[in-house]
DNA sequence: CCGTATCCTGATAGATACTG
DNA sequence: CAGTATCTATCAGGATACGG
């Protein structure tokens, strides 16, 4: 028994396809060289050389992302100073860039149990237990649910916007 | 301080970007019209005609995606007969599919956050108790823990596979 | 209602070469 | 090390028209 609307949201006067938080954020971040990047932002990379090549990308596309996830807000582009080096500047995430976090490992988790044969390559684990993570949907009640526990209604509050 | 790595990989030969689960998925599904086609089968979608309608695509669009998603393994296509009627089919979520949707919820819940002003027009919530769901990254120690507290290491157990 | 076929635009991304 | 510039191939996706 799948996930249920409360009501068929075929009024689309009402809800415009666009208003969609899920498009929203595929448009601003769904593309496998954005994504990858902020994964090599988790994983602690922080400078531009080190972004082009662990992703696999060329210059130029490392340079467009950067960019844009920059202007996006989900990095900040600070000075950087080493002891008697010259400034550099490095690409740090922001808390918008680190709340996405859930998301990329969910699309690991994912990926590893369904597009690897056996054994994934990577382990996050959490560095106190060394205990793997795991991404899960959970109500504020505390409970874990799944697709068939789940409703989704109109947010009270919510007007649509003007017509562009 | 941000997630690190055990050791940096920047040893290519042990590991390749393409054997990364992220990018894999990204592949995969990593297109917002296949995003949104997987989150219209949250809500319940399974016909054509509403896939194509409520994700805001031309058919073209949709049958490519849903055909690419049914390959996939995501959505199975099955026959559907109502009492009287023809026969349809319906694009029903399969085990693959459903274990997605914490990357989608995830991607929601951060839309929500950072791309709606003020309001964000969906609510997701747990039937029985009408409370909000949030996506969370969980130790199996239990844990919920943050970009802080995670180490990324590779699996022992695999190996690389040959080059292509 | 469920698609397929064709044409077209724009964006992603590779390759390569060059600057501060 | 940190990019910019150009040129090109591939693909997502819109528009439109047509068939089961």
């Given at each position: 028994?799948p996930a249920?609307?409360?009501q068929?949201?075929?009024?689309?006067?009402?809800?415009?396809?666009?208003?969609?938080?899920?498009?929203?954020a595929?448009?601003?971040?769904?593309?496998?060289?954005?994504?990858?990047?902020l994964?090599?932002?988790?994983y602690?990379?922080?400078?531009?050389?080190?972004?082009?090549?662990?992703?696999?990308?060329?210059?130029?596309v490392?340079?467009?992302?950067?960019?844009?996830?920059?202007?996006a807000g989900?990095?900040?582009?600070?000075?950087y100073?080493?002891?008697g080096?010259?400034?550099r500047?490095?690409y740090a995430?922001?808390?918008?860039g680190?709340?996405?976090?859930?998301?990329?490992?969910?699309?690991?988790?994912?990926?590893?149990?369904?597009?690897?044969?056996?054994?994934?390559?990577l382990?996050?684990?959490?560095?106190s237990?060394d205990s793997?993570v795991?991404?899960?949907?959970?109500?504020?009640?505390?409970?874990?649910v799944?697709l068939e526990q789940?409703?989704?209604r109109?947010?009270?509050g919510?007007?649509?916007?003007?017509a562009?």
């Open positions: 028994m249920v609307m409360e068929p949201l075929t009024d689309l006067s009402k809800w415009k396809t666009d208003e969609c938080s899920i498009g929203k595929m448009d601003l971040i769904g593309t496998r060289s954005a994504i990858l990047i994964r090599e932002a988790y602690g990379t922080t400078r531009f050389d080190g972004f082009a090549t662990r992703v696999g990308v060329t210059e130029a490392a340079a467009k992302q950067l960019r844009r996830l920059t202007d989900l990095l900040r582009k600070q000075p100073r080493e002891a080096q010259r400034t500047h490095e995430l922001t808390e918008m680190r709340d996405l976090l859930p998301a990329v490992l969910a699309l690991m988790q994912w990926g590893d149990k369904y597009l690897q044969e056996g054994v994934s390559p382990l996050v684990v959490e560095d237990t793997p795991q991404v899960q949907v959970r109500s504020a009640a505390g409970n874990e799944g789940l409703r989704v109109l947010n009270r919510w007007r649509p916007r003007k562009r």
